[in-house]
């Protein structure tokens, strides 16, 4: 499933999610606007409702497409710093100045 989805994403996607993210030296504003309006999803009309379907029944699993979508928004990609910690990069980064 993951397989698929990867296959199907678009370059236009890719260059989005760049251009989102701050990689783009040069941003226009006409990108980062559609950035900002494309929805969180694979695309508009990459994946059609039989595709799913099709996907669910040989995966067997009947998970919605939005919940597949979404599944790993609560994951936690990097550590939680604690207050001692952000403390000492504070400290560090003065006297680096």
């Given at each position: 499933m993951a397989d698929y989805a990867w296959r199907n994403v678009t370059q236009t996607t890719i260059k989005n999610c760049f251009i989102k993210a701050g990689f783009s030296e040069n941003k226009t504003s006409s990108e980062t606007e559609e950035v900002d309006s494309?929805?969180?999803?694979?695309?508009?009309?990459?994946?059609?409702?039989?595709?799913?379907?099709?996907?669910?029944?040989?995966?067997?699993?009947?998970?919605?497409?939005?919940?597949?979508?979404?599944?790993?928004?609560?994951?936690?990609?990097?550590?939680?710093?604690?207050?001692?910690e952000i403390v000492a990069n504070i400290n560090a980064e003065i006297s680096e100045n």
């Open positions: 494309i929805k969180h999803s694979i695309g508009e009309g990459e994946i059609h409702p039989e595709q799913w379907a099709s996907i669910q029944k040989n995966c067997n699993t009947n998970i919605s497409f939005e919940d597949f979508l979404d599944v790993d928004n609560e994951l936690q990609t990097c550590s939680t710093m604690t207050d001692n």
